[in-house]
């Protein structure tokens, strides 16, 4: 009753502000009129139709529609296509016309002897285009795209644009992300909040479900062309958590020939070589990308631990320096033919890898009144090698009527993987004492089966059907072997040795129905539900887990379009997110002996509500203003906890033992200046308030935190181009502690080169200091923790880039593939375990 109540005040309050605006607007996709276009009188008449590829027969999307009054010969109206090819000019005044239709690649084509009475509907059917089969050579096709755009559902980061980003990974390219934050460790947050899910195409990948970490470290950002925020998705997403989607867009061509781009880099942390190929003839097209890198990242950290109440220790004092070694591949293949005009079959295999290790030397002294009582030092080798790939294959059929269309989709995901850590424990006189070996064998895997059908009616309603089953399996083979005294041999330690195994199924149906009123108004509503099935076995000690239950997840999604290319909106949704094998893996990593992390198995789904107040607008000169208000809920949120035991050793759990709400504003600005340079600024600024609900932890905390980020670029003459991109984090609040402000910045310039084909650049990561450094800490009744890191990220970077191929103009309009979407699982989002 509660949201119902908030839902409907949240709606009064948007309806009573766009009614206090002026009535008559014409919708933001439209393009300008001309000059002369306001002396043509409006009327109650409409034509419709839609554009397709003469050969292909395939829409043609964003292809310009010109009316002109035969008369005079001026055009007094115009519009572009959508996705599905059509068009609609409404409120035409009785008269003579002609209609121009005009896509780039093809020859303009034109309607005339065009007739209309005073109020009268024409349909003109479909305007087919033919291709100019002119061939070019080396021709690189450019458009004048913003760095950042702000749809309707979504902000898009044009990674492609940016000329920083190149030589770097995806970790890198998140970091310039509207409301996206990524800290040293390389965790995402979106909005302040981690319960988030990263897509790559449209699609979930194995890999992410372990460590978005890690994996965000695997994709060269020279692939990258775009980046997606979905922060309040509809019905038709899986009920993804609290924060949003972030979708990772790789590059790849649908013009018609070969055409290709090799990349490569050096710098003195990140070194790496990757290309890609791509052909597509008639009905058949192929993409393909590889790529390799290394990387190289010393730390160093200090960490204070103040007891209270533990028997014979007040202070643990810990150094550590370190160093995380690694090679990475990625490799993507993409099929995609047409049956025939209205029916597609698409494929794709997509691989990643990486084998890497982080050698660290840590010295623990415990102290009491002063007087050292006890400690070692570890020198730890913690090996991990991943492979995970995705496989998919997607059919979509297109029916008569524009828009109708009916996908079925299916996926197989899955990740292997080793974290084994070998340690030589030595005492305070420096003496080997012990060695262990802790190994992980783990893997999961996705099986995705998925329906969709999409009906649209008269006045551009339209009705979304769908259903789809996520099967789950995820199995961890730990164990602990320590050899004491360190000449013995390695003996096994049944107490921290297990086989676990895990089963997640889930099943989902959802309806949508999207539709406008008065020309102004734009509804979409719609409902989701979706049944969970959950079995966990430990093998070992012949426990388990299981859990069933069922949610459902509405969704409304409101926008008033207002005169000058104003918009506003309301959003509400409920959302739940499922904890994945990174917190329900109940692996001890004891990297540190005096700091241990443990999943838990028995963690719940959240369950949050998000609401949110949107406002955006544009103007001819490039500029973009958008505005968001935005509370969000959770009432059971996973959040980690720590938890000191006796001798002294900190043990880091999770569980569903938290309230958390954020309330907060993001804005976001971009505009030229100079004609040839783009500035564009971003900042999210909210309230934390995060809770207990249990008595297991008696902690609360709350602040007002923010992040910022300005990315400004400039090109000059000749082919040089050159970026400046910062970001500044505010300390950032935990349940049981905070983390400290963090500030990035980086500098790029870069000259086109071969005729623009190829391109040179020189950017570099903090040049003005060789450390990013960060203080974080926790406290406890008993604890208090106080550990600052130090990355070496001073980075000097070389890319070298060019294009080639040979691309034909008469392509066939890109057709948009169906990809599934897996938006539910909560990830750790970190390296460990």
């Given at each position: 009753m509660?949201n119902?109540?908030?839902?409907?005040?949240?709606?009064?309050?948007?309806?009573?502000?766009?009614?206090?605006?002026?009535?008559?607007?014409?919708?933001?996709?439209?393009?300008?009129?001309?000059?002369?276009?306001?002396?043509?009188?409006?009327g109650?008449?409409?034509?419709?139709?839609?554009?397709?590829?003469?050969?292909?027969?395939?829409?043609?999307?964003?292809a310009t529609?010109?009316?002109?009054?035969?008369a005079?010969?001026k055009?007094?109206?115009?519009?572009?296509?959508?996705e599905?090819?059509?068009?609609?000019?409404a409120?035409?005044?009785?008269?003579?016309?002609?209609?121009?239709?005009s896509?780039?690649?093809?020859?303009?084509?034109?309607?005339?002897n065009?007739?209309?009475?005073?109020?009268?509907?024409?349909?003109i059917?479909?305007?087919?285009l033919?291709?100019?089969?002119?061939?070019?050579?080396?021709?690189?096709?450019?458009?004048?795209?913003?760095l950042?755009?702000?749809?309707?559902?979504?902000?898009?980061?044009?990674?492609?644009?940016?000329?920083?980003?190149?030589?770097?990974?995806?970790?890198?390219?998140?970091?310039?992300?509207?409301?996206?934050?990524?800290?040293?460790?390389g965790n995402?947050?979106?909005r302040?909040?981690s319960?988030?899910?990263?897509?790559i195409?449209n699609?979930?990948?194995?890999?992410?479900?372990?460590s978005?970490?890690?994996?965000?470290?695997?994709?060269?950002?020279?692939?990258?062309?775009s980046?997606?925020v979905i922060?309040?998705?509809?019905a038709?997403?899986?009920a993804?958590?609290?924060?949003?989607i972030?979708?990772?867009?790789?590059?790849?061509?649908n013009l018609?020939?070969?055409?290709?781009?090799?990349?490569?880099?050096?710098?003195?942390r990140?070194?790496?070589?990757?290309?890609?190929?791509?052909?597509?003839?008639g009905?058949?097209?192929?993409?393909?990308?590889l790529?390799?890198?290394?990387?190289?990242?010393p730390a160093?950290?200090?960490?204070?631990?103040?007891?209270?109440?533990?028997?014979?220790?007040?202070r643990?004092?810990?150094?550590?320096?370190?160093?995380?070694?690694?090679?990475?591949k990625m490799?993507?293949?993409?099929?995609d033919?047409?049956?025939?005009?209205?029916?597609?079959?698409?494929a794709?295999?997509?691989?990643?890898?990486g084998?890497f290790?982080?050698k660290?030397?840590?010295?623990?002294t415990?102290y009491?009144?002063?007087?050292?009582?006890?400690?070692?030092t570890r020198i730890?080798?913690n090996?991990?090698?991943?492979?995970?790939?995705?496989?998919?294959?997607?059919?979509?059929?297109?029916?008569?009527?524009?828009g109708?269309e009916?996908?079925?989709?299916g996926?197989?995901?899955?990740n292997?993987?080793?974290?084994?850590?070998?340690?030589?424990v030595l005492?305070?006189?420096?003496?080997?004492?012990l060695?262990?070996?802790?190994?992980?064998?783990?893997?999961?895997e996705?099986?995705?089966?998925?329906?969709?059908?999409?009906?649209p009616?008269?006045?551009?309603?339209?009705?979304e059907?769908g259903?789809?089953?996520?099967?789950?399996y995820a199995?961890?083979?730990y164990?602990?072997?320590?050899?004491?005294?360190?000449?013995g041999p390695?003996?096994?330690?049944?107490s921290?040795?297990?086989?676990?195994?895990?089963?997640?199924?889930?099943?989902?149906?959802y309806?949508?129905?999207?539709?406008?009123?008065?020309?102004?108004y734009?509804?979409?509503?719609?409902?989701?539900?979706e049944?969970?099935h959950?079995?966990?076995d430990?093998?070992?000690?012949?426990t388990?887990?299981g859990?069933?239950?069922?949610?459902?997840?509405?969704?409304?999604?409101?926008?008033?379009?207002?005169?000058?290319?104003?918009?506003?909106?309301?959003?509400?949704t409920?959302?739940?997110?499922?904890?994945?094998?990174?917190?329900?893996?109940?692996?001890?990593?004891?990297v540190?002996?005096?700091?241990?992390?443990v999943?838990?198995?028995?963690?719940?789904?959240?369950?949050?509500?998000a609401?949110?107040?949107?406002?955006?607008?544009?103007?001819?000169?490039?500029?973009?203003v958008?505005?968001?208000?935005?509370?969000?809920?959770?009432?059971?949120s996973?959040?980690?906890?720590?938890?000191p035991?006796?001798?002294?050793?900190?043990?880091t759990?999770?569980?569903?033992?938290g309230r958390?709400?954020?309330?907060?504003?993001?804005?976001?600005g971009?505009?030229?200046?100079?004609?040839?340079?783009?500035?564009?600024?971003n900042?999210?600024?909210?309230y934390?308030?995060?809770?207990?609900?249990?008595?297991l932890?008696n902690?609360?905390?709350?602040?007002?935190?923010?992040?910022?980020?300005?990315?400004?670029?400039y090109?000059?003459?000749?082919?040089?181009?050159?970026?400046v991109?910062s970001?500044?984090?505010?300390?950032?609040?935990?349940l049981?502690?905070?983390?400290?402000?963090?500030?990035?910045?980086t500098?790029?310039?870069?000259?086109?080169?071969?005729?623009?084909n190829?391109?040179i650049?020189?950017?570099?990561?903090?040049?003005?200091?060789?450390?990013?450094?960060?203080?974080n800490?926790?406290?406890?009744?008993?604890a208090?923790q106080?550990?600052?890191?130090?990355?070496?990220?001073?980075?000097?970077?070389i890319?070298?880039?060019?294009?080639?191929?040979?691309?034909?103009t008469?392509?066939?309009?890109?057709?948009?593939?169906?990809k599934?979407n897996?938006d539910?699982?909560?990830?750790?989002?970190?390296s460990?375990?």
């Amino acid at each position: 009753m509660k949201n119902v109540i908030l839902l409907a005040i949240a709606g009064s309050l948007a309806a009573q502000f766009t009614f206090a605006q002026a009535p008559q607007s014409k919708p933001a996709s439209a393009p300008p009129q001309t000059a002369s276009a306001p002396s043509f009188p409006k009327g109650n008449s409409k034509i419709a139709g839609v554009v397709i590829d003469d050969v292909a027969k395939k829409p043609v999307e964003f292809a310009t529609i010109s009316l002109i009054e035969k008369a005079s010969g001026k055009t007094v109206d115009g519009t572009v296509t959508d996705e599905k090819g059509r068009f609609t000019l409404a409120r035409v005044a009785a008269g003579h016309y002609k209609i121009s239709v005009s896509f780039l690649g093809y020859e303009t084509r034109e309607m005339d002897n065009i007739t209309l009475g005073s109020k009268e509907e024409i349909n003109i059917g479909a305007v087919a285009l033919k291709g100019n089969s002119k061939m070019l050579d080396e021709v690189a096709v450019e458009g004048d795209k913003l760095l950042v755009e702000d749809k309707v559902d979504r902000m898009v980061y044009n990674a492609e644009k940016d000329i920083t980003n190149a030589g770097g990974t995806a970790g890198d390219v998140l970091k310039k992300v509207p409301g996206v934050t990524v800290d040293l460790e390389g965790n995402v947050a979106l909005r302040g909040s981690s319960n988030l899910r990263v897509l790559i195409n449209n699609k979930p990948s194995a890999v992410m479900a372990t460590s978005i970490a890690d994996a965000l470290q695997q994709i060269p950002a020279d692939q990258i062309k775009s980046v997606e925020v979905i922060t309040n998705p509809s019905a038709k997403y899986d009920a993804e958590g609290t924060a949003g989607i972030i979708n990772i867009i790789t590059k790849k061509n649908n013009l018609q020939g070969v055409t290709g781009q090799v990349n490569a880099t050096y710098g003195n942390r990140n070194t790496g070589v990757n290309g890609n190929v791509n052909y597509r003839k008639g009905k058949f097209g192929l993409t393909t990308s590889l790529g390799q890198s290394w990387r190289n990242n010393p730390a160093e950290s200090l960490r204070d631990t103040y007891y209270n109440g533990i028997p014979g220790i007040d202070r643990l004092h810990q150094t550590m320096t370190g160093r995380r070694e690694g090679i990475f591949k990625m490799l993507q293949v993409g099929l995609d033919y047409d049956l025939n005009p209205k029916t597609s079959l698409s494929a794709g295999f997509r691989m990643q890898s990486g084998v890497f290790a982080y050698k660290t030397s840590q010295v623990s002294t415990q102290y009491l009144g002063g007087e050292v009582k006890g400690g070692n030092t570890r020198i730890n080798n913690n090996e991990f090698d991943n492979l995970n790939y995705d496989l998919n294959l997607d059919f979509t059929r297109r029916f008569e009527k524009p828009g109708r269309e009916l996908s079925i989709l299916g996926l197989l995901s899955r990740n292997n993987r080793q974290n084994n850590n070998f340690a030589d424990v030595l005492n305070l006189d420096q003496q080997l004492a012990l060695r262990e070996q802790n190994l992980n064998d783990a893997y999961n895997e996705e099986k995705t089966f998925q329906v969709d059908y999409t009906h649209p009616f008269k006045n551009k309603h339209l009705l979304e059907l769908g259903t789809k089953a996520i099967l789950r399996y995820a199995e961890s083979d730990y164990q602990l072997l320590v050899a004491n005294p360190a000449t013995g041999p390695f003996v096994l330690d049944p107490s921290r040795t297990n086989i676990f195994e895990y089963q997640q199924n889930v099943g989902a149906a959802y309806a949508s129905y999207e539709f406008s009123l008065d020309k102004k108004y734009n509804f979409k509503l719609g409902s989701r539900y979706e049944y969970t099935h959950i079995d966990g076995d430990f093998t070992s000690t012949e426990t388990s887990v299981g859990q069933k239950y069922g949610n459902f997840v509405p969704s409304v999604a409101i926008s008033r379009s207002l005169k000058n290319n104003q918009t506003v909106k309301f959003n509400y949704t409920k959302r739940i997110q499922r904890p994945q094998l990174g917190l329900l893996n109940p692996f001890e990593n004891r990297v540190d002996t005096f700091n241990i992390q443990v999943g838990n198995p028995n963690l719940r789904a959240e369950i949050t509500n998000a609401y949110e107040l949107g406002y955006s607008t544009f103007f001819k000169s490039g500029t973009s203003v958008n505005a968001s208000f935005f509370w969000r809920q959770t009432n059971n949120s996973i959040e980690a906890y720590t938890l000191p035991t006796e001798g002294g050793v900190n043990y880091t759990r999770f569980g569903n033992i938290g309230r958390n709400a954020s309330y907060g504003v993001s804005l976001f600005g971009s505009t030229k200046f100079l004609q040839k340079g783009n500035v564009s600024t971003n900042i999210n600024l909210f309230y934390s308030d995060l809770e207990s609900q249990t008595s297991l932890l008696n902690a609360s905390n709350s602040s007002m935190m923010y992040n910022a980020n300005i990315n400004a670029s400039y090109s000059f003459e000749k082919g040089f181009s050159a970026q400046v991109f910062s970001q500044f984090n505010s300390r950032r609040v935990t349940l049981q502690g905070k983390a400290s402000a963090l500030a990035m910045y980086t500098i790029a310039v870069k000259k086109d080169i071969l005729k623009k084909n190829g391109s040179i650049s020189v950017g570099i990561d903090n040049p003005f200091s060789e450390t990013l450094k960060q203080r974080n800490s926790f406290k406890t009744q008993n604890a208090e923790q106080v550990s600052t890191m130090y990355l070496y990220n001073r980075q000097v970077k070389i890319n070298a880039s060019y294009k080639f191929g040979k691309l034909n103009t008469k392509a066939q309009a890109p057709r948009r593939k169906k990809k599934i979407n897996n938006d539910d699982a909560k990830s750790d989002g970190d390296s460990n375990g």
